[in-house]
């Protein structure tokens, strides 16, 4: 019986990476962001409230990023009759907005990022722009 497995981490490095990565993105739609990163248990490992970005969002990012992780997929896959329900159930910790990606590395989910203050195209945009930094990918493909 094997009673342990090798497991992958995201290192600070790749952590301040992405959020450079996601700060540039931003920056360049002229939309400030909030931005998370976690673990892959949904602890989080970075964040940063851009200038003039919406305080509230920090809120809905992080739920994004935790969901994300949660599900190993982006927060845009829970069908949407069942997202208030998922909501209700889980006191607003899981949520169905755009802007929550997983982070897949070597195959493995290592985090996940989630945006907000932007529209959900750009967050999913600066998102998407974190990954590319560290070669990272939405699915274990």
Known sequence: MEVTKPTQVLTHAAVMAMLEAAIAAAEQTGQPQCIVIVDASGEVQGEIRMTGAKYLSRKSAATKARTAASIGAPTTTIP??????????????????????????????????????????????????????????????
């Open 80 to 141: 949407e009759a069942v997202r208030p329900h998922i909501a209700a159930a889980t006191q607003n910790g899981v949520t169905g907005l755009p802007g929550g990606l997983p982070i897949y590395v070597g195959g493995d989910l290592v985090g996940a990022i989630g945006v907000g203050s932007g529209s959900g195209d750009q967050d999913i945009a600066v998102g998407q722009a974190a990954l590319a930094a560290i070669s990272a990918t939405v699915t274990p493909a």
